[in-house]
């Protein structure tokens, strides 16, 4: 079976920390994709990474960086200096290649993030 | 903008009714998938369609179908509707089944009264 868990439910943090949301995957399937996507207040999903099983290097982009780690089956999402506009709902999610669930995204519950000012 | 229109935006109706959602994808984009999303079941998958055929299909119930229309755009059906049945509803596409990231329409907010 396949599995996404997002353990926190909700972090708040003050404009400027760091915070980490974290994203811990269950696989069976030997290559397989992992996304990150954001859901802000508004409603809309937007996708924000994909990678796959094969590259393990970290991804840096702006103030978003993302820890692959295979070892512990983590794919760990990484704001650095938080602004306001970041408070949305987190969303981690797994696609594997198996015949059987191709294209199915399987989503965790995700993470409210609340940035005050 | 994802490029992924839904239509409507919202939608109240009440029980035992029947409603229509439309997802047009991204242009060039040959996959569609739906998504429900609720407070209790969180974001689950129900159908994904490529070059209009059924490619996958999840938890969804025998009171919902959807197709995918030779122009690409796509229809789910949701009859004898429950109560339960409210949540917002996602259309997503991609260029292909497997490996593209799936690009997001706003939704369709199901209100059922």
């Known amino acids: 079976a396949q599995k996404v868990t997002q353990a926190q439910t909700e972090i708040s943090v003050v404009e400027k920390e760091d915070v980490t949301l974290d994203c811990v995957y269950e696989t069976r399937d030997t290559t397989y994709y992992l996304f990150w996507y954001k859901q802000p207040p508004s409603g809309e999903l937007v996708f924000l990474i994909r990678r796959n099983s094969f590259d393990e290097q970290n991804e840096i982009s702006g103030r978003y960086s993302w820890n692959f780690q295979k070892s512990t089956s983590s794919f760990n999402f990484t704001i650095t200096a938080s602004q306001v506009v970041d408070s949305a709902v987190y969303f981690c999610?797994?696609?594997?290649?198996?015949?059987?669930?191709?294209?199915?995204?399987?989503f965790g519950q995700g993470t409210t993030l609340q940035v005050k000012p | 903008d994802s490029g992924v229109t839904q239509t409507p935006k919202h939608l109240i109706t009440a029980t035992g009714q029947r409603v229509t959602l439309r997802c047009s994808p991204r242009s060039g984009d040959l996959s569609v998938y739906w998504y429900q999303q609720s407070l209790d079941q969180g974001l689950q998958f129900l159908i994904q369609y490529y070059n209009g055929e059924e490619r996958a299909k999840g938890n969804i119930l025998e009171r919902f179908s959807a197709q995918q229309f030779p122009d690409l755009h796509s229809e789910l059906n949701l009859s004898s509707l429950e109560l339960g049945d409210s949540a917002l509803y996602f259309c997503a596409s991609s260029v292909d089944p497997e490996n593209q990231p799936q690009h997001f329409g706003d939704g369709t907010r199901l209100s059922i009264l």
């Open positions: 999610a797994l696609r594997g290649r198996g015949s059987s669930n191709t294209g199915k995204l399987i």
